[in-house]
């Protein structure tokens, strides 16, 4: 009988184990830069803006920025056999149980080594039950509060969910902390605060939250912060810097810095390491050693070493090391280090350039808000034109769009767009829908109604766990149906809850770029779909985006920023975003398709 073939690894599973290779040899006290090769190629996959088994059969993989020979060939190896025999070796020489050790805050990879090769100490619930027993303090160095920390490291751990908090709940609790903490003290105690680490970065998902201020009063800063009714619990308290833990779990840190060491600490602190270690090697060629306060002389050509150079703003020190300064979405080590000493790094999308808004619901499927209220809420916005685009028939939402019904928005719409006019307002509404593309490709509509709308969002809701073959041919005919302007949500993941689909989002764009069928970025943070290294290589295709809030409420507008740091992380302008675009060249640039 033939042998099977190997099983086919995504992205995150290809990255997990070269990420998992990196943290063995960090146990093993490996040489540093094999260490770090191994983390950053983990890094770059995660981050690639195409499947990496396309890229394989391409015979591209070595096209991939800092993937090398050795890497390269190991790809090559997993793809095409299953396995990789370096992994399969450090595996029997270091438990995976081991690795996971250091998944507890305050467990690194000396400690894990020394529990594992000195007690015996395979994983993290075996490191619980000697901490608990008293063995842990048996060991040189290690002593009951060291126990303690693990258990309180080892809670806080189990209290996350997968190790990462979804960034539409840490965004929230990070920005109300900061709030609180500028309530509770005298006005001007604080002269900066900002969130920094991967919230500043806009990721999808965050493990802890980096807060960095600038006070004369340190002390008192830190008493505020360690008083603030959200810490549940206090993990560090010092003079500069202290750690709370919340009620969820997540671990807050809070740095306070001089205000001469604002713009090292602020690049230092947002990260990601990637791009620290990148900007640090450029410092270093021109003879300096950057740290998160200062940069220091070391074999300058011209100082003394240890001579020091402070900067107030990171625009100073990117532009001390003749760089553009990076927008930190775009600091995860993806080609913005070459852009920047070019200075070509692109004008980015800011929230104030979306005009208008091509996704939402109302009350006529399965929003909580009126047409009315929902047009409201999109004027108070600032917006020029909104479409309304309520679910079709046929998906299981309660009264779902047919053609009757859409007549009856049709004359809503009518008669608002009339009162706006005579108002003296350009706010316009549109008619749309967001159309269901059914398990076999076709629409929940006939064309003959999808013709009459201003503008259609065709999505996939039900059957995503179909094979990759049959989910792309029936999101592809959608996409070449002429009636179809945008493919909404296009992988219909939910972030931490539900996987995106198996669908080859190569071929799609591809096809998507040919019938200029525009491609959406949900704003929900529930679903950052399409995300940003996929939209990066949609406007490299020639797709044009829109970055829409998919809002089921009011409330649900204030989702934007989400959508628009996505962009940022795809490197998107507002050139590639069609609702960036008045409304009469918005609306041409869909007729055009028809």
Request: proline letters at 5%; glycine letters at 8%; one cysteine or more.
């Amino acid at each position: 009988m033939p042998s099977a073939p190997p099983p086919r690894f995504n992205n995150y599973q290809v990255a997990e184990i070269f990420d998992a290779i990196g943290d063995m040899l960090l146990i093993l006290g490996d040489n540093r830069f094999k260490i770090i090769a191994y983390q950053n190629a983990a890094h770059t996959i995660e981050e690639l803006n195409r499947d990496i088994n396309s890229i394989h059969a391409a015979g591209e993989l070595r096209s991939i920025p800092g993937i090398g020979q050795a890497i390269g060939d190991k790809i090559d190896e997993l793809l095409t056999t299953g396995a990789i025999d370096y992994y399969t070796k450090l595996s029997a020489q270091v438990p995976i149980g081991v690795v996971e050790m250091m998944r507890v805050p305050d467990v690194g990879p000396k400690s894990a080594r020394r529990l594992w090769e000195e007690l015996n100490i395979t994983g993290v619930e075996e490191m619980k039950v000697a901490a608990q027993t008293g063995r842990i303090r048996t060991l040189k160095g290690f002593g009951v509060k060291s126990e303690e920390r693990i258990l309180k490291g080892i809670e806080l751990l189990a209290r996350r969910q997968d190790d990462r908090t979804p960034l539409g709940d840490a965004r929230p609790l990070a920005d109300g902390l900061v709030a609180d903490l500028l309530a509770a003290l005298p006005p001007h105690t604080i002269q900066k605060i900002e969130v920094a680490g991967s919230l500043r970065r806009w990721r999808e998902t965050i493990g802890d939250v980096d807060i960095l201020a600038v006070s004369q009063e340190p002390v008192a800063v830190m008493e505020a912060f360690r008083g603030l009714p959200q810490a549940v619990e206090i993990l560090g308290a010092g003079e500069r810097k202290s750690s709370i833990a919340l009620p969820s779990g997540m671990q807050v840190d809070l740095r306070v810095v001089e205000s001469r060491h604002w713009g090292p600490a602020l690049a230092y602190f947002t990260g990601s390491q990637a791009h620290n270690i990148a900007v640090r090697e450029m410092a270093q060629k021109q003879g300096w050693s950057l740290n998160e306060y200062a940069l220091t002389a070391q074999d300058h050509p011209q100082l003394p070493d240890g001579t020091e150079r402070y900067f107030e703003s990171e625009e100073e020190l990117y532009a001390f090391l003749g760089l553009g300064w990076v927008a930190p979405e775009l600091r995860e080590n993806s080609g913005e280090m070459q852009a920047a000493r070019q200075h070509s790094l692109p004008r980015l999308i800011e929230v104030g350039d979306i005009l208008g808004e091509l996704h939402s619901h109302t009350t006529f499927s399965d929003g909580k808000n009126s047409m009315e209220e929902m047009a409201a809420a999109a004027q108070a916005a600032g917006y020029r034109y909104w479409n309304v685009s309520d679910h079709s028939i046929g998906l299981g939402i309660t009264q779902g769009v047919d053609g009757e019904r859409l007549l009856e928005q049709r004359r809503i719409i009518d008669r608002l767009n009339h009162g706006y006019a005579e108002a003296g307002s350009d706010f316009r509404l549109l008619l749309g829908t967001e159309v269901e593309i059914l398990a076999d490709g076709s629409l929940g509509l006939p064309d003959a109604v999808l013709g009459g709308l201003d503008v259609v969002v065709a999505s996939i809701h039900t059957g995503l766990r179909q094979e990759r073959e049959k989910i792309t041919q029936r999101c592809l005919a959608a996409v070449r149906n002429p009636h179809v302007d945008i493919l909404g949500h296009p992988t219909g993941r939910l972030i931490g809850r539900r996987e995106p689909s198996e669908i080859d989002l190569e071929r799609v764009l591809q096809i998507a770029a040919e019938t200029g069928t525009i491609v959406e970025i949900n704003a929900n943070p529930a679903r950052l779909d399409l995300n940003a290294p996929y939209a990066r290589r949609a406007a490299e295709l020639g797709c044009k985006l829109v970055i829409n809030c998919d809002a089921h409420s009011v409330a649900e507008l204030a989702l934007l920023p989400y959508g628009v740091h996505t962009a940022r992380r795809g490197w998107l302008t507002p050139a590639d975003v069609i609702n960036t675009q008045p409304f009469d060249e918005m609306l041409k640039f869909l007729k055009d398709k028809r």
